[in-house]
């Protein structure tokens, strides 16, 4: 079982950057991929970054060059650097895991850019 912990969010002005957290509990960690997802109000959940184990990491059009991905298989953690924010990235942001057949999903944290 993985349980995940997302940290990071809030309030920022147009602009601004916030680095969001997901830190992973149980073992395994290096073997899983894992996302970025974010779900803005009355819109369908959307991905937003996903890490694989090993490679490259893809990235939502929206997002190219502003945001940036990264894990620490060291401290079980994978990291959302978002730079640039705009109005439009204000939605509650989530992490997933997955690893075969399993999948797990953290708790998910307020981003809100408003001025």
């Known amino acids: 079982q993985v349980q995940l912990v997302e940290s990071g969010g809030g309030l920022v002005q147009p602009g601004g950057s916030l680095k969001l957290s997901c830190a992973a509990s149980g073992r395994l960690f290096s073997w899983y991929a894992a996302g970025w997802y974010r779900q803005a109000p009355g819109k369908q959940r959307e991905l937003v970054a996903m890490?694989?184990?090993?490679?490259?990491?893809n990235y939502a059009d929206s997002v190219k060059g502003r945001f940036f991905a990264s894990r620490d298989n060291a401290k079980n953690t994978v990291y959302l650097q978002m730079n640039g924010l705009e109005p439009e990235d204000t939605a509650v942001y989530y992490c997933r895991f997955i690893l075969g057949n399993n999948e797990y999903w953290g708790q998910g944290t307020q981003v809100t850019v408003s001025s």
């Open positions: 890490i694989p184990p090993g490679g490259t990491i």
